[in-house]
């Protein structure tokens, strides 16, 4: 009988939480083909992220967010209580059926609304069952989780309903145990396991400069996660660009996120001058940003992750929105040398052009003393928890890590790149 692990990610706002909560299953079942894994969400964009091998999903009905802690249903015309209803009533059936070994719960203890408190309770009762909850590296400031934690009981609820805590980061940056004031009943639970950093070569990089044609050129990649809110950072770009303050002879690829209104994602297209490729979603960016001389973005978890495994030259512009845990990144990693930041109300085209010429001069950075293995610690802590689970690799295609997650157009030498310098959207690289 297969070890069974369920992990649960509500993403109402961006693709942040299901990309990493992806990112996980892909890291963990690479090497353990046996395990029974099922991803329960809301993501609207689930069926165009690429699964891994031996990951199965769930598709809950979608919630948008309307303020903070306040939801509704992104596309049902019924009421919220009973959107409510419907979501819990199917994580907790689901739960009861499936019955996992293993709950992983993405950031939130209780769920979407404390859609997931039923399911809490029917787990409790089986004794075989291990239950985490898993945080980014920063949830907010401190004045505001702590507050949050009050309103919401959280920490209760994980005291009652959780064996562990892991956290996506690196205590060097931000320790939430100190910087929360958590008791330390709960804080003994908390293991820092490191940034979600992808892995990637100086050959694949190589290998995704060649099939974009980018040749010895110097490549940029602007990306303003899910989209909202980042017009600006597009539109002073595409300024600079038109301007001339950007180097000559630089390709751009310019994301501008899935959840950007349409009537945006058209003006900025059409703004944009020769040499800057606009396109709303790649689910495999981090293998270009890998093979970027500069990355322009938010300061999101997966953005920094990927920027930070690759070395990549960033600056980060934060979102400042419903939280402050961008700002709070941003800052905290210019402090360390690891990026530089341009706040947006200091956000022109000058000021944008030349924080990029000084990272282009500055160059590829050498491995970052922070810690980047949480990929590889969280696959221990899985299989510490489901001790039974074998070792025997899933199935995917032959060659390097470019090539098995691109799809086969790209496996047979150099082709065209559909979707990136060839047409107006693109939804090709799949990496997650």
Known sequence: MSARWMLYSHDTLGLGHVRRTIAIARAVLAGHADLSALLVTCSPLIDSLPMPPGLDYMKLPSACKAGPGDYQPRTLGVEP???RGLRAGALRETCVAFSPDLLLVDKSPLGLMGELAGALTALRSQEHVHTVVGWRDILDSPECVRDEWRRQRTLAVIDRNYDEVWVYGDPAVYDIRERYGMPDRVAER????GYLAPRTTARERARVRDVMGVNGAPLAV???GGGEGGERVLEAYCEAARARLLPADLHTLMVTGPFMPESARRRISSCAPHGIQVTDFLAGLEYIIAAADVVIGRA????VCEAL???TPTLLVPRVLHRDEQSIRARRLAQLGLADVLEEPDLTPDALARAMRRLLARGRAQAPAVKLDGLEEVTRRVMALLPGAAGSPASEPAGNGFARIAGPQYQNGHR????????P?????DAG
């Open 81 to 83: 209580e009973r959107f």
């Open 190 to 193: 908390v293991h820092h396991l």
């Open 222 to 224: 602007v990306t303003v």
């Open 300 to 303: 999101g978890y997966n953005t």
């Open 309 to 311: 495994g690759s070395g």
């Open 416 to 423: 065209d790149l559909p979707g990136i310098w060839n047409s």
């Open 425 to 429: 959207s693109a939804h090709t690289l």
